[in-house]
């Protein structure tokens, strides 16, 4: 808390990925990654890459949807959902860290660096991931929506499932 006649210091709400990466170091070394950039690298890499999620689900110019790696989806769409990062008066006098968001960060770097991207600011890693658990619950909710929305109307749904046969 900050002393008497100290004022706050307002965060930024929302950020460039190039800006994220410039001020924050990743949060997920693997062994023998020294630097930040190889660490970025990889994050890219796993991003355009649809083995591990079997892809996003996107709607395509002909309006059938099609899967597509995370890279893909960023690239056409943006990225909407929160980055957490740490609160730079958190960070003790090191580089704040990127908790959650990784690959959503590289990716928007690497084919919309300029674009604003919704940042959440968290003192810690714990409370971060919290904010990530009500994240996928709200998601997940949503999905769910969505899903009896497609149901009653009918036609939409009925495309999806026949695309899956």
């Known amino acids: 808390m900050p002393a008497v006649g100290q004022q706050f210091k307002q965060l930024p709400m929302f950020m460039t990925a190039r800006d994220i990466k410039e001020t924050h170091e990743p ?12 660490i ?30 995370l890279h893909e989806h960023i690239a056409r ?17 090191q580089k704040p860290l990127v908790f959650d968001g990784h690959h959503r960060v590289a990716s928007a770097a690497d084919s919309r660096p ?11 890693a714990g409370d971060a991931f919290q904010h990530r658990s009500q994240q996928q619950k709200a998601a997940t909710k949503a999905k769910r929506s969505v899903r009896v929305q497609r149901a009653v109307s ?10 899956h046969l």
């Not at 949060?27 to 190889?38: Q, Y």
């Not at 796993?46 to 395509?60: A, L, N, Q, R, V």
């Not at 959902?81 to 958190?90: K, L, M, R, T, Y």
């Open 27 to 38: 949060n997920d070394r693997k062994p023998g990654e020294v630097s930040p950039s190889r």
């Open 40 to 69: 970025w690298n990889r994050k890219l890499r796993e991003s355009k890459d649809t083995k591990d999620t079997g892809g996003i689900p996107i709607k395509g110019a002909n309006g059938a949807y099609e899967q597509v790696s």
């Open 114 to 124: 300029n674009d604003l991207i919704p940042v959440v600011h968290s003192p810690n």
């Open 77 to 93: 769409t943006g990225v909407s959902q929160a980055v957490s990062i740490q609160d730079p008066q958190g960070a003790a006098g």
């Open 154 to 163: 009918g036609t939409d749904f009925m495309t999806q499932v026949q695309a």
